[in-house]
């Protein structure tokens, strides 16, 4: 299994994903989440904290043909403060496997698009397993389909809607967290086990 995390400077985004399915979808405060990477058994997987792109400091240099000069954009308090906390689970993983993976790698592997945004991750993911609510046939205590007796839809199956088993209840960032699982999962967790499965071989 693999738990995929999201960090954030006060609360981070958790999923636990076995390649078939998620276990467990949940979001705690980065203190509760170092007690559940201390306690947790298998691979975990960190999104990576990136610095901001340097800027221009005068770009009317550029218009004017000198050389514009750059400076590094300030890193926000929040971000920093979520760098440190990236630390503090790694050092609660001490042990193991612990993987960092960057946000462009999850865009590429997801979407295969490096300028991917969130909302595109969730929908390709979407469209790998299907919609997160799926329609489920209503059963009886003994497991027989619930008939509908009368009315204009008499004879057919009463449905309702169900959680994709896949899925889970995910909401909101543990999408991004299930996109750092998936991509940690199929670009390093597979290959090894295709690597152990075939050396076990020979």
Same mark, same amino acid.
């Given at each position: 299994m693999i738990l995929g995390i999201d960090p +954030?400077? &006060?609360v981070s985004h958790g999923i636990v994903w076995d390649g078939n399915r998620v276990i467990e979808a949940f979001s705690l405060t980065n203190e509760e989440m170092r007690h559940y990477v201390q306690m947790f058994e298998g691979v975990i997987a960190i999104e990576k904290v990136t610095?901001?792109? !340097?800027? *221009?400091?005068n770009p009317k240099k550029k218009a004017e043909g000198? &050389?514009?000069?750059? @400076?590094p954009a300030p *890193?926000?308090?929040?971000?920093?403060?979520?760098a440190v906390w990236i630390g503090r689970f790694i050092e609660c993983a001490r042990g193991k496997q612990v993987h960092l993976i960057k946000r462009k790698d999850v865009r590429q592997q997801i979407c295969q698009h490096g300028g991917a945004k969130d909302a595109d991750i969730r929908r390709a993911i979407i469209d790998r397993y299907g919609e997160p609510m799926v329609w489920q046939e209503m059963k009886d205590g003994d497991g027989n389909t619930i008939v509908k007796k009368s009315g !204009? &839809?008499? +004879?057919q199956s009463k449905r &309702?809607?169900?959680?994709n088993p896949i899925y889970?209840? @995910?909401v909101g960032d543990q999408w991004q967290a299930? +996109?750092?699982?998936?991509t940690a999962w199929e670009t390093i967790i597979k290959p090894e086990m295709s690597y152990l499965k075939q050396r076990k071989g020979e």
């Amino acid at each position: 299994m693999i738990l995929g995390i999201d960090p +954030g400077n &006060e609360v981070s985004h958790g999923i636990v994903w076995d390649g078939n399915r998620v276990i467990e979808a949940f979001s705690l405060t980065n203190e509760e989440m170092r007690h559940y990477v201390q306690m947790f058994e298998g691979v975990i997987a960190i999104e990576k904290v990136t610095p901001s792109k !340097p800027r *221009m400091f005068n770009p009317k240099k550029k218009a004017e043909g000198q &050389e514009p000069q750059m @400076i590094p954009a300030p *890193m926000p308090q929040s971000v920093l403060d979520t760098a440190v906390w990236i630390g503090r689970f790694i050092e609660c993983a001490r042990g193991k496997q612990v993987h960092l993976i960057k946000r462009k790698d999850v865009r590429q592997q997801i979407c295969q698009h490096g300028g991917a945004k969130d909302a595109d991750i969730r929908r390709a993911i979407i469209d790998r397993y299907g919609e997160p609510m799926v329609w489920q046939e209503m059963k009886d205590g003994d497991g027989n389909t619930i008939v509908k007796k009368s009315g !204009p &839809e008499k +004879g057919q199956s009463k449905r &309702e809607h169900v959680y994709n088993p896949i899925y889970g209840q @995910i909401v909101g960032d543990q999408w991004q967290a299930f +996109g750092v699982a998936l991509t940690a999962w199929e670009t390093i967790i597979k290959p090894e086990m295709s690597y152990l499965k075939q050396r076990k071989g020979e």
